[in-house]
């Protein structure tokens, strides 16, 4: 079985030092309240719970899976699930982030961020329950009428019900457009929704009462693609204008998928045949106010990446500091024992820090990313929200592809230090890998993101995004531009920045005369804008060690990680470059029949 | 469940045209009725089996996976298995590549590899119980006496009994010199063998009526280390000099591993509780004995990672045509459909192209070193044989390490091009992801590989195979350096090919003066390596083909391969060439409390 720690010292070292929360905090309304000293409480509180009852279960999640009863239409969570989630519920954390007003604890999404790591990384497939819930809040504040935000919010921020998103159906999981869902009016106030969603998560359990789908699907004479989908409220039991919950509606489950990991988490087929549900916000507009949740949801999946990262990290870190096997290079290092720890080997060590700068790093861009989205949902000045919007909606496919790109390398290093052990299902390693390969796959595959952030907010968006972060790497190196123990790291980091604008523009001119260019250089453009992001905050970290009261230690190891993925790491960008440069003759122009 | 149909076109353009097997052949000695005509209806008959009888079984085996009862220390395979295993005995595989003295049909071991390719695509958890008899029966022409040779080989070859090789021990597994199971002598011709081994892979089944087992263990008195292990062979029912099968030998299956996957590959703990084992060769010298076999199970262990790109292949091409999702960003190729199939997206193509290159590449790649060793066994040349065995032990861990890691990669990019039906095991594809993931940990894992080649093929043995492999290089590129049409992949070959060789020189100096500078190289030298010596394998396809009498559209096909290769794959060069240049610094000067 499988160690976790909750890494409360670096948690608050990414939100406080890094990402400036404190003072940041005392400035956005509604933020007041939470002090350094209350936000230190809520993440002792966290990583009580999530070290305490939700780690157990990880690994007899994965062995039991759920069960689905055709007969009922009913899903059986593992053992241990349902009774955690009534202590998450009772612990006030279903609504940690939602609105007073609603019955939450209105805390900032920073904060949330970092309880959501902590969840996943103690129980990534258990952590999908509540987050989906979080995306129908979300759905719900920014999109649904005031009756259905007391019908319905009110409970799942309470965590008496729970959300999902039922957006994929068998012929479409990228592509939206063609989904064939459809809704007919009837002479009520709502609808009758049917058709069959597939991958849908949380879809159907027995954590609660009532379950509230958020449905996408089509009105009679509706545009056809992107233009014509609609938004809907279905819940599991019918539920009216006061809220009182009535009888079943006709949404049933009618599978659930076996997957290669998280498979505590519910992947259900939804059959929903005539079933009564709600518009929510306008007639065909639906996919964008999906595209409005977009944001937290991708960050969230960026989030799971991390969590797996970290949790991959603590055991193989372990594991290689206890497993004697050969003797290092340079001689015998512990002469009296057998052998020398694998610590000693440099390609452990190799892998040992590729995954704590991507798990330190990966946190701090968390950090970052999510005190902007703070920043978007709460500052008075337009200006100001503006610009973290702009900035925010860079990040976010970075974050996203990124951070579960790589937690896929990481977990199989460190699968890769247990050696055959981590192949053995016992030893719990494996199923950090699994678990983590779903998350370059859903919330937009790795070529979405990677589409969403050349495509859309380089090309589209004339790369304001790209342009308002560059400037912030440059301040950032002129600041420090006179710090000699700053050197080793901003000579790099700014020669870097000017490459990947040079980069980006012989991008642009290539993809303005074909488009397939576009396509051709998004996957690497991310890495490689993946990679200098990280770079920036690495950089950034060690500064923040350094100007604060951190000890000795806390500061040597963040110069010495940030060392090794300057000079490790970020040599990488010199491949994707060079593929990106190759452009996309030779992908495009192999006919179809000569693939084989 | 995922297609397969075996590419014999590409297998025979690999063994006949790149590898020039015919030639070869004709003049090695035991070869010579191995005729292009033979060779063809033996991979044709080793297709029908494979795309038959085994791929059908690939994934319910892995649904199923192995059984054990305690109570009868008994593994029960997963249904069909046993047939197969029937099937492939009646049909003379079990003797392709074994001497005719012995029962064998003698054929060469690069016919064996292709065969073993096919066997291992269709099924590689069913593959992994004749690959391990292989290793037994190599054991014992090198080493055996003659009656151990009669009395063993003839079932083994015959496939009515099976081998296994016992190294791992539970505290022990890359480090092979702490093993303690140990060996008593009788006063007969017997040792009584004691200890416990596990990841036994066909430890225990119900395939045969015999199993024999090579077991590495220690004499009394014996030196402490790898210098003073022995092998022994213990068979599961003891057997006389005469061959006669006597009653039960105290070695019994303890349990079996469940692991991430080749669920149909029975991974076995054995005890042995004072067997009856013969030495196998000198005594002490088990560790010689077991590296004499690791070529020819290491290069097996590639074609593993091969054949399951292979597979990936297959069926990610065919998803990428069938499935409709989105436009093409040139606009729609296919108006009258809902959408455009997967195939137009430009990302898309390069994971298809990626596993393409890989696929025909490391095929090209394991012909060339399959032939090496038939050079090796057979030739009658001395010298020819001595150069064949440097560069066969140059190119081994390059061929072990390369083609399993990309194996991860490639069946990675076949689920992503599934989408989130690549994550659910019912299509198939995710098995192939967990099945490829235990290629780069046993029979050494890469870092095990990557040490061999930096450490003991490069500078202990003073770079003999790299600079013999090097020289291939450059009479190839001076061959063709006059041929328009091969420029594009001469010039950077070439220059690669002189990088390469200053690299390790610098690597070299570093190393002379701190040992641990060649462990912080070695894995990233390993794919640095690997990308060079796989470009030269498709400057040759791309040579072949134009010189034979293939069709326009091969080579057409070969030439495009090739050209996505050295466009958008070798770059990646640059990246490890960075790493490798930043030194050992930043891995080892970090002090192992910082870690965390």
Redesign the interface.
Known sequence: MTHYAV?LDDMRFALFDVAHAEKLYQRLPGCEEASRELVDAVLEEAARFTEQVLAPLNQTGDEEGCHFDPSAHAVTTPQGFKEAYAQFVAGGWSGLNAPEAYGGQDLPESVGALVKEMIDSANVAWGTYPLLSTGATDALLQHGEEWQREAFLKPIVAGRWTGTMCL?EP?????L??LKTHAEPTDKDHYLISGTK??ITAGEHDFTENIVHLVLGRLPGAPAGTRGISMFLVPKFKVDREGHMGERNAVQCGAI?????IKGSATCVMNFDAAEGYLIGPAHRGLHAMFTMMNAARLAVGIQGLSLIERA??NS?LYA?ER???R???GPKYPDQ??DPL?V??????M??TQ?AFAEGGRALVAITATLADIVLRSAEKAERETAEQKLSFLIPIVKGMLTEVS?ECT?HA??IF????????NGM?QL??DA??T???EG???IQ?LDLLGRKIFQLQGVGLKLFLDEIGAFCQHHAGTAAMAEFIAPLSAKAQEWSVLTQTVGKAAAS???E???A??DYLYYSGYIVLAYCWARSVAAAESGSRSD?FK??KR??A??YF???L?????????IQ???????????????
């Not at 040599?571 to 593929?579: D, I, K, L, V, W």
């Open positions: 890494p994929t012929h479409c999981g990228s592509d457009g063609l597939i991958f998928e076996h997957k290669m990991g990290y603590q870190l500091r004697l096997q050969m290092a290079l340079t057998a052998a610590m080997h440099p390609d452990v060590r190799r040992l820090l704590k896929i199989n699968m890769q050696g055959g052990h981590g192949y053995i299902t016992d494996e890998a699994r390969r779903i370059t796959i859903y595959t790795t070529q990677a074909n488009p397939d576009l396509g051709a998004s996957v230690s040597e190891a010495r990680t060392r090794f000079q490790r790491i040599p990488r960008t010199t491949a994707h470059a060079g593929s190759a452009g996309a003759a030779s992908l495009m122009a192999m006919p179809d029949p000569l693939f084989g």
